[in-house]
């Protein structure tokens, strides 16, 4: 599959349009590089996918309407689904990321992985980005990414096995925040 184009498309209501992976493969991968220069911004946007950022080289500061995050390079941020967010660099910065459909992780809306983890995870009041300090978590992003990148044998499987592990990372995290639905059984 290899990695799609950067590119901002919003309407009015700041939701990106642009489409990340396919219908058969909902997630994109993406690498860019950003200097500080007046417009080079990453604007404010939403999406209705899940985004984790990777910070190659230098620094990106990551806004969302009730916090500032610094980055550098080594870390790792996961944004939930829905959450207005913002992005620029003091001086430079290379970054990896993936923007990704639930449907990737849990098949379909119906599964237990959606029932149980996904959907609870995303509807939590406290998650809205979380930056990740865990090697094994960072690890997997890599792993995950130079699959996709490289367009490595089975390399579906290696992304979503990669990007379920950090989510279940940040399941465990808000854990205790977390609401459960109760679950019908059949």
């Keep these: 599959m ?3 184009k950067c590119g901002l498309n919003v309407n009015n209501t700041q939701q990106e349009l642009q489409p990340h992976g396919s219908i058969d493969f909902p997630c994109a991968g993406y690498e860019s590089i950003h200097k500080k220069e007046f417009n080079d911004i990453i604007s404010w946007h939403w999406h209705d996918e899940i985004e984790i950022i990777y910070i190659k080289e230098g620094f990106l500061f990551l806004q969302i309407p009730s916090l500032q995050i610094s980055l550098s390079k080594g870390d790792l941020v996961v944004i939930n689904s829905h959450i207005l967010h913002f992005a620029k660099t003091d001086s430079y910065c290379k970054l990896n990321s993936f923007v990704f459909s639930k449907i990737l992780l849990t098949g379909n809306n119906n599964s237990s992985f959606s029932k149980k983890y996904i959907e609870p995870l995303l509807l939590c009041p406290y998650f809205k980005c ?22 490595g044998f089975v390399y579906e499987f290696t992304v979503r096995e990669e990007l379920t592990h950090i989510l279940l990372y940040c399941f465990k995290h808000y854990e205790k925040d977390i609401l459960f639905p109760k679950i019908e059984s059949n």
């Design 130 to 151: 979380l930056k990740i300090n865990n090697n094994q978590m960072i690890q997997s992003f890599l792993k995950a990414f130079d699959a996709l990148k490289n367009d």
């Design 2 to 4: 290899g990695l799609q």
